[in-house]
């Protein structure tokens, strides 16, 4: 059963444990300004919320979020209030069980162009987790006859275009402290040896974050797997990681650290580490060329001297 009408944002409640971000980026921007002059064209999809008063958005958020950041534009020396009309957004209203509505919240927000490791990892765990109740409620309420359908994880893996090992690898992800999973979605660490860390307890995880934060390094693939290997064993703790991480890597050349804190004063605070280090480098390379102008320059006159 479906409907559509206009709701007041106020009245809308987003999706429990809602894994993906809304960002205020240029595409929000772009989005905020369409909605600022034409209105939110597409409707955002909404349930009653099962929790109380109001809707739960399904599928609809960076709307919702933009048509709010809209609205709430000021303009110098003018006060406008909004009529009715105008402060509502239109929704189509279903009516769903609570894992199509998880699975439906996932689908819509999956086809996002940018999509974080982190959000990918909890939207999948979401996905899967609502999959495998519906496979158990479907078990125990059809008769066993025909072919043995496909397992949960094999059909996310196909609706998703991803292998079932890849899938495992994502969700291994929601077990990540914060802080550690923020730096893999910052590329501060690789896919690959997050998923090895993920693996170390949660003390270990503030651990090691800590040791990574003073030494201003992060671990290696081969690195994070010993440290695995050893949280299996029992015998990780913070002086086990200082001499892992302390070890210089297999192409690892001699490095010069310079702390973070010392150099962060002198960039914007929106610049990403890559862009930091591109700019370093450039700035390095002036400072290399000029210093080569200044050899020959120096050069050149102690010839024109010795004549």
Known sequence: ?????????????????????VQQDMEMCALMK??????????????????????????G????????????????????ELDDNQAKVPVIIRYMLEEDAIISMV?????????????????YKMKLEAMNRQGRKADITSAQ?????????????????????????????????????QMVDEEKIAFTIAVELSYLTEEEQYELHAVMDMEQCTPSLSQANRMKRISQSGGLDMDAMY??????????REQIKIRAD????????????????????K?????????????????????????
């Open 1 to 21: 059963m479906e409907e559509i009408k206009s709701i007041r944002i106020s009245e809308l409640k987003d999706f429990k444990n809602h894994p993906f971000h």
């Open 34 to 59: 369409s909605i600022e002059d034409e209105g939110v064209i597409v409707p955002l999809l909404v349930r009653p919320n099962p929790d109380g008063e109001g809707y739960e958005v399904i599928a």
């Open 61 to 80: 958020h960076r709307r919702k979020a933009a048509a709010l950041w809209a609205g709430l534009t000021e303009v110098p020396a003018v006060i406008r």
């Open 107 to 123: 689908d819509a927000n999956l086809q996002r162009e940018r999509i974080s490791p982190s959000e990918k990892a909890f939207a």
């Open 145 to 181: 006859v025909g072919p043995k359908p496909e397992r949960s994880n094999e059909l996310l893996a196909k609706q998703v275009g991803e292998s079932v090992a890849q899938i495992k690898r994502y969700i291994r992800l929601t077990y990540l402290i914060p802080k550690i999973l």
């Open 243 to 252: 001499v892992i991480l302390e070890e210089e890597k297999p192409n690892q």
């Open 262 to 281: 010392k150099l962060s004063q002198y960039f914007p605070s929106d610049y990403t580490p890559k862009q930091k280090v591109e700019l370093i480098e």
């Open 283 to 307: 700035l390095v390379k002036e400072w290399h060329d000029h210093q080569q102008q200044l050899d020959v320059a120096e050069k050149s006159r102690k010839r024109g001297n010795a004549r």
